[in-house]
Antibody
Framework: EVQLVESGGGLVQPGGSLRLSCEAS????????MHWVRQTPGKGLVWVSR????????RYVDSVKGRFTVSRDTARKMVFLQMSSLGVEDTAVYYC????????????WGRGTPVTVSS | QSALTQPASVSGSPGQSVTISCTGT?????????VSWFRQHPGKAPQLLIY???DRPSGISDRFSGSKSGTTASLTISGLQAEDEADYYC????????????FGEGTKLTVL
């Protein structure tokens, strides 16, 4: 089955760190650019980060630059989001999404993993 | 870089048509064909409905159609069904220095 499954979310104190994982299955993972998108409670979607198929290119939204790091492990078919210096504003459901091979759009999403930053 | 502008809510009766607008800038919607639309039911992941302004992925009903004029994209849902009640988001690739993709604020569709 073609799917993405996120894990690693949870409750963390302000200033803390968390590592999110996204496991891919059912498709040729190494060919795809992968993204993280988050959704705050009751709010809309916000693009967070992107990593290219070979991992050589990474981008971040300004609000997480210097705090979040995206990486991938092709052998394990996984993409990660290392988050540090977390603030309450980072509380959200984090989705892993796949970018289509040819056209630029998100054609596959995971179910998301919730992150709560609170003391 | 602000979110794309969508109406907070729209509504329609079963069988009717509704259109949701999504307004951006020349750096995103106006500059690229990479406009997508997603539907999201409560507690679920977003589902792709439209990509490249007006193309539908396989398995998506032709009741969903997309268009673009200048810096505004639109999603039209015809023959409204109860299952269409959900949140709808647009997205676009952007040349902003601060991010790569921008999403709309979301529109709640209520089927009366």
């Amino acid at each position: 089955e073609v799917q993405l499954v996120e894990s690693g979310g949870g409750l963390v104190q302000p200033g803390g760190s968390l590592r999110l994982s996204c496991e891919a299955s059912g498709f040729t993972f190494r060919s795809y650019w992968m993204h993280w998108v988050r959704q705050t409670p009751g709010k809309g979607l916000v693009w967070v980060s992107r990593i290219s198929s070979d991992g050589s290119s990474r981008r971040y939204v300004d609000s997480v630059k210097g705090r979040f790091t995206v990486s991938r492990d092709t052998a394990r078919k996984m993409v990660f989001l290392q988050m540090s210096s977390l603030g309450v504003e980072d509380t959200a459901v984090y989705y892993c999404a796949r970018e289509h091979l040819v056209s630029r759009h998100f054609d596959l999403w995971g179910r998301g993993t919730p992150v709560t930053v609170s003391s | 870089q602000s979110a794309l502008t969508q109406p907070a809510s729209v509504s329609g009766s079963p069988g009717q048509s509704v259109t949701i607008s999504c307004t951006g800038t020349n750096s995103d919607i106006g500059g690229y064909k990479y406009v997508s639309w997603f539907r999201q039911h409560p507690g679920k992941a977003p589902q792709l409905l439209i990509y490249d302004v007006s193309d539908r992925p396989s398995g998506i009903s032709d009741r969903f159609s997309g268009s673009k004029s200048g810096t505004t994209a639109s999603l039209t849902i015809s023959g409204l069904q109860a299952e269409d009640e959900a949140d709808y988001y647009c997205s676009s690739y952007t040349t902003s220095d601060s991010l790569e993709w921008v999403f709309g604020e979301g529109t709640k569709l209520t089927v009366l």
